[in-house]
Structure formats: structure tokens, C-alpha cells
């Protein structure tokens, strides 16, 4: 499963209860398409967080990192310690919320 | 108070008792103290009694002098007094001391007019013999409800919907509509109900049935004056007492009855006003009842007790647990008859039974303080976001959002970027008429999300509001936002919401009658000709009242910020009260069967809640709309006829 599959699974599964919209693509803005209200951005966070072991500061909390699968893939990369293994089993994440 | 139903053959056939008996018992909890019958002439009135005023001789149906009309009536005339010492000067003869017999003299004069003079809460079908006329109205705000349907040639209502679905002939089916309406509005908009085919009277309204059909007319409207500008001191001075005076009318008028009333005490600044104005007017000791949770964000004892000890009221409170939530919740759907987003009215539900096991049946409450006189978030949130508006790249004007919701932590460390979309700043707040309503409802209507494809293809998708829209007084326009936004929550979540699934409905779910000072008629017109200075002074929330209360009530409940009722939401579906019908309603398969909701998605939604995920509104939304939901149909559609009357938990 590369990056980009799994933070899109997150959001369907979490956001859109496993039923995306036709079409939906991953440089679709969440925001546009109403696909996160408030307290989504709070559990997006917390699920970067947990799994990915990176810290969010209020300054990263942006449309630029948080808007899209794209923008949290390009986000999720550019934060990654060297030594992260994408392949951890997420079903031992729990988020810190 | 009590319950009411009937039916009207319009090609004269008789009316069975066996039906008329079938439709009262199932409102026996809004009157259990007695059960009346008539029937003569094709038409039947039945009659569940709660015995508040004139024990002895207000039994009903009740007739006047030579039996040409009949009158079955739920509710309070709270000016019964004034109006038959008029009816009694005009020659008029009572028969009883009941106010339900001033509306059968007064309705001899008047006719349909009769209804402008009551100050009250009411539903009520007058027969009129020689006119061959059922006349039907209820109350100017919706306290009382009122339901009805035509089935072939017979017309049919009842108190409750469940009254009318004993009638054989009826069918039972959900109607998207209502069902896409909840969804959006957390209420129905009459005359649409959660069932195809069964129609609720309006507030405000009455109707006529006879030979040449059904009519339905307005009485009563809602309407507010053009923004005024700066008050003087002793202007703002005679408008406070104004309101006090009118305040201690409405509660003084409200404490009219044969029975010991008591008083709900929330802890915030309404209840214990009208508890404060309650104890102004009566000597005895004054027996104070409220609810308080074991989770601190909900809880408000604190400021219960405060009030308890500076009015010195004898009091008892219900310490609600979610799982109590979770156990009452399938009897709180059967009360509520549509479903809710939020579990706030199953505490409701618990504290009139503590009200009935005391021993009480009749409670002033503080309803109708927000919506008059300025006291939702969503007044301030508006203004907030028209401020922001004027002004969107300032850093300094988005803060004001984060200290309006101390209590949502999502708010608090937000991006203005994100508060703008969720805030809907870029909406025109002089193009959209419902500017104020806009963030609530359109984040309700995401939880449509769940609806399943079939019920997603067949309702409208209209975004538009069209039907609200289509409902707006002519002046809408010209009234200031302030008070667009104060129509729009008068007219369709208080009636909707507030009175009925977290008021009426729970509260006579255990014979409890609520009484409304703040919604007496008389305080609700002088509130909208209010300088709206005067409602929300800058951000400072029901500003005249707080003027008022200075000295009735503690300084620190006066001075406290609003806190919205709130109870435990999705999670109380955790508790092992819940396990059983969870797992029932909740399984793909009867989700799949039921038709109404996408089974996966459900799935997924609970997931979300047992892995301790679940922590957005739109969770908690979505999973209490869909248990109520499920709940509903299976009690009112697949196994209505099991349950014969209601039972408690």
C-alpha cells in the first residue's frame, strides 16, 4: 500500500464512512468538497500523529498540508524520520484524542 | 394537560367506540386520571385526562348548555379566570369551574376567533353540531402538539401520532421528506412529519373540517420590528421593568391550578428566574427539581445548588449516567415520534419521572428565554462571522470564535483558514437570508452521508431551503439578522425540537406538564419589538434580562456565560444498556432491511466509536440520529401493534 493509499483509505473510512464520491480524486480540497468539518482536522491530526510518529505545530495546521491526500502525502514525506517504516500495522494505532 | 383524539366521518357513518378507545389509550401517559368518550352524529372525541384544574368537574368531552358543541381539550387557558368573569357580565352560564369550558362560551361568541383571546398553551377539537364543523387549533408557539390525517372519507388526529396509528384504517410508512428535513433541520417543518400521509397543525394554527373539506389558516404571527437605534439610560430603565412586570404576569398567571406546582432549576440564568418570580408569588416552601451528570463537561450543579440555597427551595436533582441514558433512550424515541441528533431529551425523560415519583404534575420552566429574548450561540456566532465578514483578513475578529466555544476544543487551535470554511465566511450575509442558520445546517445535512442509495435518489437534494424559503413572512427581508435569525429558531427548532422531543413529549411521557412563563404571548411580542441593543449588547448575551434579574437571582448565575444543555452523546450507545438493541438495529443485515441507511457506512460509524475514534459532531450526530431512526421504525412500523401502550423503564 503506498502513501498515498493509505492516507486516502483514513479519509474515506473516517470521513466519508467508506462510501467516496464518485470521482473522487486525490487533489481534491477537502474543504471544497465537504469532506472534513472542524473536528476532522483534529482526528486527521491526531492520525498523522500516531501513525506516522511526527509532531503537528499549530503552524502546520494549514489548508497547504491538510487539504488533500496530496498535500498530506507531500506533508507526511517531507516530515518522515529517515529511519520510519510506512509498512506498520495500523491496527495498532490509537489516537491520542 | 392531558391527551386527545378523534375522527370525523364526513359521509356521516357512525363512530365506533372500540376505535375511539384505541386511539385514547395510547396517550393514557398524558392523562391517566380519566378517559372520556362522545360520540353521536358521525363524529367521535375522546378524552385522556391529567387532572390539574377543577378536579371534580372538568371531566371531557366536555358540551356546553343544550349539547351543540363538544370540546376535547389538552393544555392550560392561563386567563380563564379574566375571560369568563367577561363571558359571565355577558350572560354566558358555567356549568363547571374548568377552564376548558371558557373556551366552549368564548368559542359561542367568537366562533374561530375565540383563539386570539386565550393566553395559553393548548390543542383542542371543538364539534360544532349545527355547523356540522370540527374546529381545531393549537397554541401560538407550539407548546401542545397536534397531529392528523384523512383516511378515504374519515379525518382522524390525536395528540400523538401513535394515537392515530390505532385507528384501523391508517398506514404506517416513513416519509423521506421528514426524514431528509431532520437531517437538515434537526426537526420536521410542518406540516410534515416523519410518517407519509400524517400531517402536524402548524403552530399558531387552526383548522376547519366539514362538508366542503379541510382548511388550515394561520392566527398568529411571529413578526418583529425594524431595528431601532441607540437606547437612552432611562429608556433601557422602563423597558427592564416593562419586562419584569410582564415576566411576574406570565409566571403569576401560570401558577394558576388545583394541584402543587414545582419548578425545574437548571442552574442557568432562565430557570432560575422563573423559579426566583415562582417563589415571589407563593408562600409555601417551593419544590425545585433538575439534572446533573457525573461527567463535568455537562454538569451544572454547582450553580444548582447555588440557586437552591439563595431561593431556598426544597430540592431534588437526578444524577443522569450514560448508561441510564442508553436504558431510557428506545422509550424516549417512542415518546419523541421522530428522530433526534442529540440524547439530550432521554435526561428529560428521567427528571419528569422523578417529577412523578415526587409526586407532582405540573413545572415552570425557562423555555423561550433564548429564542426571545437573545440567548443562543448561534445569535452571537452569526454576528461574529458578520463581523469577521466585514473584515476577513483581520487576525483579531476570528478570535472571538474561539471564546465563544471555550467548551469545543476543535475550535480552539484552528487555522483562520479553516475557521473561515467551517464558519462559512464567504457566504454574503445580504444575499442569504438564512446567514445565521447556514453552518448548522448544512454540517446536519452531511450526515445524509448515511442515508442508503435508495433513500438518497428519492429525496429532493434540494440545498436551497426551498420550503423554508417558501414559509417566510413577507417582511423577513426588511427585519434586521438579528431577528431573521431569532424567527428562523422560533419558528422551527423550538416548536420542533425544544417543546416537543426535549419538552412536551417528555415531559407528559410521565404526566409531567410544563409550564412556559417566557413563552406567555404577551412577553413574546413585547421581546420582538425590542431594540436588539437591548437582546445582545455587543456579545453579551439576553442583556435586558440580566438588567432584570439583578437582585432576584445569585450575581454569579446572572454574571455566568450561557452554557448550552448538553448530555453524553454516541458513547452512551456503548453502555451495556444499549448492547441489546445496538446489536438488533445496528446489524448490516436489519440495517440492509430496513432500507433507510448505507449498512456499510454504519458500520464503519460504530467501528469508529468502539476504537475510541469517535469524537467529531457529525459522530455523534450521525450515530444518535440513526439508533433513533432505527428505533423508530421498528416500533412504529414493523411491530407497532406489540406495543399496545407504552411502558416505562
Request: aromatic fraction near 10%.
Amino acid at each position: 500500500m503506498t502513501l498515498n493509499d493509505e492516507l486516502r483509505q483514513f479519509v474515506t473510512d473516517n470521513f466519508m464512512y467508506g462510501k467516496p464520491y464518485k470521482g473522487f480524486a486525490d487533489d481534491d480540497s477537502f474543504i471544497e468538497r465537504g469532506i472534513i468539518d472542524s473536528t476532522a482536522v483534529m482526528e486527521l491530526v491526531a492520525f498523522l500523529e500516531n501513525r506516522f510518529r511526527i509532531k503537528l505545530l499549530d503552524q502546520d495546521l494549514v489548508p497547504a498540508n491538510l487539504d488533500s491526500v496530496n498535500g498530506l502525502a507531500r506533508f507526511v514525506e517531507s516530515r518522515l524520520p529517515p529511519n520510519f517504516s510506512k509498512a506498520c500495522d495500523p491496527s495498532r494505532i490509537v489516537l491520542g484524542v | 394537560m392531558c391527551g386527545i383524539a378523534g375522527m370525523f366521518n364526513l359521509d356521516g357513518g357512525a363512530v365506533g367506540p372500540e376505535s375511539l378507545l384505541g386511539m385514547i389509550q395510547m396517550l393514557v401517559h398524558r392523562g391517566p386520571d380519566d378517559t372520556g368518550l362522545y360520540s353521536e352524529n358521525g363524529v367521535g372525541l375522546a378524552h385522556a385526562r391529567l387532572s390539574i384544574i377543577d378536579l371534580a368537574g372538568g371531566h371531557q368531552p366536555m358540551s356546553n348548555e343544550d349539547s351543540s358543541l363538544w370540546i376535547t381539550f389538552n393544555g392550560e387557558i392561563f386567563n380563564y379566570l379574566e375571560l369568563r368573569e367577561e363571558l359571565l357580565s355577558r350572560g354566558h352560564r358555567f356549568a363547571t369551574n374548568s377552564d376548558t369550558e371558557v373556551i366552549l362560551h368564548l368559542y359561542e361568541e367568537k366562533k374561530e376567533n375565540c383563539v386570539e383571546y386565550l393566553n395559553g398553551q393548548w390543542a383542542f377539537a371543538i364539534w360544532d353540531n349545527q355547523r356540522r364543523r370540527l374546529f381545531l387549533s393549537r397554541d401560538r408557539l407550539g407548546v401542545r402538539p397536534l397531529f392528523y390525517t384523512q383516511v378515504k372519507k374519515t379525518f382522524i388526529f390525536g395528540s400523538e401520532i401513535k394515537a392515530i396509528f390505532a385507528h384501523p384504517g391508517v398506514t404506517r410508512e416513513i416519509d423521506v421528506d421528514g426524514l431528509d428535513e431532520v437531517f437538515t433541520y434537526w426537526c420536521t417543518i410542518p406540516p410534515t412529519t416523519l410518517f407519509r400521509n400524517i400531517q402536524e397543525l402548524p403552530p399558531g394554527h387552526s383548522m376547519t373540517v366539514d362538508g366542503t373539506g379541510i382548511a388550515v389558516r394561520p392566527y398568529w404571527h411571529h413578526q418583529f420590528e425594524k431595528a431601532s437605534g441607540a437606547v437612552d439610560p432611562a429608556r433601557e430603565q422602563s423597558y427592564a421593568e416593562e419586562l419584569l412586570d410582564l415576566l411576574a404576569d406570565a409566571t403569576r398567571i401560570r401558577l394558576r391550578s388545583d394541584v402543587p406546582v414545582g419548578a425545574y432549576l437548571s442552574g442557568g440564568l432562565d430557570s432560575t428566574i422563573t423559579t426566583a418570580l415562582v417563589k415571589k408569588v407563593t408562600n409555601a416552601k417551593l419544590r425545585t427539581f433538575s439534572i446533573s451528570f457525573d461527567n463535568a463537561e455537562f454538569d451544572e450543579s454547582e450553580f444548582q445548588n447555588e440557586a437552591v440555597r439563595f431561593l431556598d427551595t426544597e430540592h431534588q436533582d437526578f444524577r443522569c449516567t450514560k448508561n441510564q441514558i442508553a436504558e431510557v433512550f428506545p422509550d424516549v424515541v417512542w415518546h419523541a415520534e421522530k428522530p433526534v441528533l442529540r440524547t439530550a431529551p432521554a435526561p428529560l425523560y428521567l427528571l419528569s419521572r422523578l417529577v412523578q415519583n415526587s409526586g407532582f404534575k405540573v413545572v415552570v420552566t425557562g423555555e423561550g428565554s433564548d429564542e426571545m429574548l437573545g440567548g443562543y450561540d448561534i445569535f452571537k456566532e452569526a454576528k461574529i462571522r458578520r463581523f469577521w465578514k466585514s473584515r476577513p483578513d483581520s487576525k483579531v475578529r476570528p478570535v472571538l470564535l474561539r471564546r465563544l466555544y471555550p467548551y469545543l476544543q476543535n475550535i480552539q487551535n484552528q487555522s483562520d483558514c479553516y475557521r473561515k470554511a467551517f464558519f462559512h465566511i464567504d457566504v454574503d450575509p445580504n444575499l442569504q437570508p438564512f446567514f445565521s442558520h447556514i453552518p448548522r445546517w448544512q454540517l446536519t445535512a452531511k450526515l445524509k452521508t448515511f442515508f442508503s442509495d435508495a433513500v438518497r435518489a428519492e429525496i429532493s437534494g434540494d440545498d436551497g431551503y426551498s420550503k423554508v424559503r417558501s414559509q417566510l413572512p413577507q417582511r423577513y427581508p426588511s427585519w434586521d439578522s438579528f431577528c431573521q435569525a431569532q424567527y428562523l429558531e422560533t419558528k422551527y427548532l423550538l416548536p420542533g425540537y425544544i417543546l416537543s422531543s426535549q419538552g412536551d413529549r417528555m415531559a407528559m411521557a410521565h404526566s409531567v406538564e410544563g409550564r412556559f412563563p417566557f413563552l406567555d404571548h404577551r412577553v413574546v411580542e413585547f421581546a420582538s419589538k425590542l431594540p436588539i441593543s437591548l437582546k445582545m449588547k455587543v456579545l453579551n448575551e439576553k442583556y435586558l434580562l440580566k438588567r432584570c434579574a439583578r437582585g432576584l437571582i445569585p450575581p454569579s448565575i446572572a454574571k455566568r456565560s450561557k452554557q448550552p444543555y448538553r448530555a453524553p452523546e454516541g458513547c452512551s450507545f456503548l453502555q451495556p444498556a444499549a448492547r441489546e438493541y445496538m446489536d438488533d438495529l445496528l446489524s448490516p443485515e436489519q440495517i440492509r432491511r430496513d432500507g433507510i441507511f448505507d449498512a456499510p457506512a454504519v458500520t464503519k460509524l460504530v467501528d469508529k466509536f468502539r476504537m475510541g475514534t469517535a469524537i467529531g459532531t457529525k459522530d455523534n450526530m450521525g450515530l444518535v440520529g440513526i439508533v433513533s431512526t432505527q428505533l423508530l421504525i421498528h416500533q412504529f412500523i414493523r411491530h407497532f401493534e406489540a406495543r399496545t401502550a407504552p411502558h416505562d423503564a
